[in-house]
Each structure stands twice: as structure tokens, then as C-alpha cells.
């Protein structure tokens, strides 16, 4: 059977104020109505039912997921006492799931990312799934990179998985995010894809991984797979949890692992949402080039990012002013040229230690 | 004797939303810990006392008046029941005055500019003072033009009023507002001045020119003036102020007396502190070129002015950007770039005009 994991984590620094450690990024409602969680859950809509559906969170996120996700069996949160980075969040997860189901297919997700051509993505998830069911493949999606991006994982593709067939793909080799000289290199070479962090593997295979290439993890995973179903699980969790190294499932165990393959997206308008710049991106804009969220006056304003909150709070008015980036919350007001929205973390760190 | 009227008018809807109908310019600390009005009477310190000082200033804003200027004689708070344009302003003082001093001289001052160097000036009123106090001349002073500015009215001097000394001059003409190519042609030929309108006349002697050039003001003035002191000069004030003409004393008067005479400031510091932008070359700024009143945080920001409230509402955060304008209140958040800062009425009109 399929089941989703969802990791609610990603703070969106480079979406402050809207994204803030009490609210991060999953949580906002950056592309519509919805938040990007649920906007990762619907996605999933008549693929993964959501009594299969697994959202792991940090604990002070966890009435967040409650609240927005009213309909998700809460035994189904599974809340990380400390972060100790996806490698364990993956091990708790498929440990979890293997307790009712040892055989079971697991569908990785961020919940930070956006995917605008849903019915493509899963049919992806559903040939992912056929290859990750059949044994011990690691499956991973690639997305054909549109700029050399240092702030990605690459995915350097060998030949077809299946001599002639060049919608699954061997992997050659995963590099963690790249200086930029590398990052050029690697598009024009044409053979890399992003490592978009989706991944689709059967609870068994992965455990199998772990227990290779990250021992300690393994031995920590054990002890939570003895404790599961007894009232000692949650201090189980959190002792075993405490204790382990903080590494990525990428840099843990794909890295090292020989039974990855790589599904090439095509364009299914995949993005992170990384920065401003990158929301502007993916939002409609005026005949001006602005897009607006909130109330604002504007003359002589074009190619601007203007949001604010509804309702209460003051009103944006702008003149005169081109490429900026202009956010209104409660905690601060943010203004910023769309060209160095890649930079803002550093404003974010700087304005947390001025006012924390 | 000497007396100040101070006119507490001027919107300054080229600060806002600093400026705001509720608490126009005069109101505001903008440069520094005391309001503009509170600096235009400490600008007469030890020149005119308060009790000879009369502040005239619309219904909404008497308590304003009151809760800035605590030691004024609430009798010296002279309200206009409407707005009627400085003829009318400038009359009723002059009324009020005279029945004291009939040949008092009065100092009428804008409560929204600012002037840097309080010393110098006094001494200019003093001279203005010397020349109104001895009969009907009509004094004012004028300002250096430092650029073709088209949003004041200028004076064309004529010869000195004693040949020989520059420091009082006659006054050929005045012209409201001109137009760019006008202003340039005043400020080539070098006899023009700013109308700051600072003027020095004895009551008797700007009522003379009242009755001469404004026969419907003086025949309400006559009504004001037989019902001072008594129980219904507020009615009559209030009659008598809703059926006059509004008309600045400027055109109203100074354009056409004969009587004018014009004294040089030379470099004190004048300011309308207009815009934004006049407001930031008044303050300090930073090794960057930035001026910030307010809790902000900035990375790779030059040139911009930066004012938020005190306390509570939400800090400002820059990166990469120049040459703007932010300002928060409880209102709006404003951001223009400083260059369009004489435009700014135009976005404060359409805000309102889309949010009453």
C-alpha cells in the first residue's frame, strides 16, 4: 500500500516576516487559499487517502497541522521532539508505517515546495511507486534545472534504468548544494537534475539503507520500533531522538546508497518558493507587473511585491518605485529590492539579534 | 507693543501620513522633541512673551493647541469656526489685538516652517518691528531662493527702502505660485525672494489696507469688532467668518498695497519643510546617507528616510535599496522614492479617495 509522509518542517527565512519560527512556511497561505501543507495533501487527492497519510512535525508546530488539517487522523502527527534533520524524520516515519504494514511504499514530501501541474505529479508518484513496490529501488525525483541554483542538491543521471526508456533513470552521483561555477557546469552538461527532496521507497528498503550507511540511526530506530504501541513510545522517541546525529536522508544514505533512480519531472512547474522573488514568480500580476495582497494605493508603481495582512493593519501606499518587494505584518515592515531577495536571511538573523 | 500671530493651519498633505487631517503638520515633532508649533513660539523666546502671543487655528484642532502650548492664555487661542483663507485669519487677530493696543504691532507667523537659526531672526523681526512700529508700512521678509521652486509665491524687490541699505528693500511685485520657466527667470535675475509669509505690521495699519482692498472682510471685521467682549462674539465670529470670501492675504492684500517693503533674510535656515524630501535634508544622517527615527534594521541601504513610531507597531527592515522614502504609522505604511516626493499629495488624495 502507499502512504504519504509529509515533513512539515522549513522555516521560509528567506520569507521573513511572513514566515516566522512560531508560523514557518508550511503553514502560510503563500499561493491561494490554502497553505502549502494543505496544498501538498490535496495534491495527494485521490492517490493517498489521508488515513495513510503521515505528517511529521516539530512539536511546537503541532496544533498548526491539527488546525489545518482537521481531517487528518491526529495519531497520524508524528511530532519530532528536537529536529535531527530528515534521515530521522524518514526513520520514524517508515518505522511507524511498518508496524502495520512491513511491505508498505512510502511517498516522501516536503511540505514547503509547490508543484502546479498536480495530475502529472502523480502520475510520476504512480510509475515511482510501481518501481519502488516491485523490491529495494530508491526512487527520487529530479527536476530539470532553469539556472544554476547553489541552493539545491543535484542529481547527476547515468543511463535509462531500463535500456531505451528515458523516464527512469540510474544515478550517477548526488552533490549537495554547489559553488556556482559547478552549478553552471552541471547545466550545461544536461545530465543533473535538482534534487526536488521527493522520494518514493518501500519502508523495508529504506530501514535497509539506514542500517548500512547510518548504524547509529539504525540502532536509535530499534529501539523506537520496540517501544511503538506501549505507553513508553513518546519517551522513547524523544530519548533516542536527543541523541542522534542531525543529517540528511540526501547526504546520510542517497549519497552512499547504490539502488537509487532518478525520475526526470519534466515541467510540472515545480518550486520551492524560496524568496520573494521566487513567489512573485508564481503569483499573477497586474497589468504593471505588481502583484498585491492586501489593501494598497500605488502610482507609478511597476514589477513590485506588495503584501499585507487583511484587515486591520495599516494600508501600503507606494509611489513612484519599481522591483521592490514591500511586506506589511504585525512584527515588522519589510522593503526590499527583488534582486537581493536570495539575501534576506541575512536581514532576518540581523533584525533577531537586534530585537529578539 | 509686539505681538505674534501664529496661524496653526497647513496641512502638510505632502507628509503623509505623518500629516493627517486629525493632526496636521504644525502638531507633529518632526524635527526634533518639540512640535513645529511648539518651535515657532520658542523661536520668540524673550522677543514676544506668551501672553502676547496668539496662536489662530481651525475648531478640531483648539485642544491640540491647548495640550502643546500649556502656558498659552486660552484667551489667546483665537479658533476660526471655518477655514477662510489668511485675510480672514490675519483680520480676526488684528481685531482681537487692537482693542488692547490699537497701535500694536503684530508678527504673523506660519506655524509649519521651520527657521535653524532662531538669533538672526529675531534680530530681522526686530528691524521689521522698528520700521511697521513707526506707521502703515507693511513688512515681510523674504527668503533667498536656493531653486526655481513653483510652489511658493515670490516678491520682486525693487531699490532699498533708504538708498544705500540693502537691508530693507521696496517691493515692485509679487506673484503667486509661477511656473517653472517663471521661476527659473526670477531666480537669473536675482531681485526675487520667497514669500515666506512672516509679516510685520501694526494692526491699524493692515486694517487700513483691509478696508482699501478687501471692503466685504472689513465690513465683517467692523461686525467682529462691536461684538468683542461681549457674550455673542463667538455667533458672530462664526456668522460673519461663513459669509467671507476665502482669499490669502497675500493676493488679497500685499498684491495690491503700496505700502510693502521686503527685509532679506540671508541664510537662516528657512525651511516649509514641504515633502519628504526637504524633511530628510533637514535631519542628520548616517555614514550611509540615512536618516531613521524608529526601530529599523538595514543591510546595503543609502540615501532613505526611515520613520516609524515609537513602541509598539511592527520594525522596519531594508535591504538593498536607495534613495526612499519609508514611513510607518497606525495608518499606512508609505514607500516612494524620494525624488517623487513633491508628488506624494496625488497618492495621498487617491488613498483617501479609495479609503475614507
Same mark, same amino acid.
Given at each position: ?234 519517551? !522513547? ?53 505588481? !502583484? ?25 501606499? !507606494? ?38
Amino acid at each position: 500500500m502507499r502512504y504519504a509522509v509529509i515533513m512539515a518542517g522549513g522555516s521560509g527565512e528567506r520569507l521573513w516576516p511572513l514566515s516566522t519560527p512560531e508560523r514557518p512556511k508550511p503553514f502560510l497561505k503563500l499561493l491561494g487559499e490554502r497553505t502549502l501543507l494543505q496544498q501538498t495533501v490535496d495534491r495527494l487527492d485521490g492517490f493517498i487517502p489521508l488515513e495513510r497519510t503521515y505528517v511529521v512535525v516539530g512539536a511546537m508546530h503541532r496544533e498548526l497541522v491539527a488546525r489545518q488539517l482537521p481531517d487528518l487522523p491526529p495519531e497520524n502527527v508524528l511530532v519530532e521532539p528536537v529536529g535531527r534533520g530528515t534521515a530521522a524524520c524518514v526513520g520514524l516515519a517508515a518505522a511507524v508505517i511498518a508496524r502495520t504494514d512491513p511491505r508498505a511504499v512510502m511517498v516522501v514530501l516536503p511540505a514547503d515546495h509547490t508543484i502546479g501541474d498536480a495530475p502529472s505529479f502523480r502520475d510520476l508518484l504512480a510509475r515511482a511507486d510501481e518501481i519502488a513496490a516491485s523490491g529495494t529501488r530508491l526512487v527520487t525525483l529530479g527536476v530539470t534545472p532553469d539556472r544554476p541554483a547553489t541552493g539545491f542538491g543535484y542529481i547527476q543521471a547515468g543511463p535509462p534504468f531500463t535500456p531505451g526508456d528515458p523516464s527512469v533513470l540510474t544515478v550517477a552521483r548526488f552533490t549537495e548544494k554547489p559553488n556556482e561555477e559547478a552549478a553552471r557546469a552541471f547545466i550545461a552538461g544536461g545530465d543533473h537534475f535538482w534534487n526536488a527532496g521527493i522520494f518514493v521507497w518501500r519502508v523495508d528498503a529504506i530501514r535497509r539503507e539506514i542500517a548500512r550507511h547510518l548504524p547509529a540511526l539504525d540502532r536509535g530506530l530499534s529501539e523506537i520500533d520496540a517501544a511503538l504501541g506501549t505507553k513508553g513510545a513518546a519517551s !522513547t522517541i524523544a530519548r533516542v531522538y536527543s541523541g542522534l546525529e542531525k543529517v540528511s536522508i540526501d547526504v546520510g544514505v542517497m549519497e552512499k546508497a547504490e539502488a537509487c533512480l532518478v525520475l526526470p519531472t519534466g515541467a510540472i512547474g515545480w518550486s520551492d518558493v524560496g524568496d520573494f522573488a521566487a513567489l512573485a514568480s508564481l503569483l499573477p500580476t497586474d497589468s504593471a507587473g505588481n !502583484t498585491v495582497r492586501g489593501p494598497h494605493t500605488g502610482i507609478d508603481t511597476a514589477d513590485c511585491l506588495v503584501l499585507s495582512g487583511e484587515g486591520e493593519g495599516p494600508r501600503i501606499a !507606494t509611489l513612484g518605485v519599481t522591483g521592490l518587494v514591500i511586506v506589511q505584518t504585525p512584527e515588522a515592515v519589510l522593503v526590499i529590492d527583488k534582486s537581493r531577495a536570495q539575501d534576506l536571511r541575512d536581514l532576518a538573523a540581523r533584525q533577531e539579534a537586534a530585537h529578539p
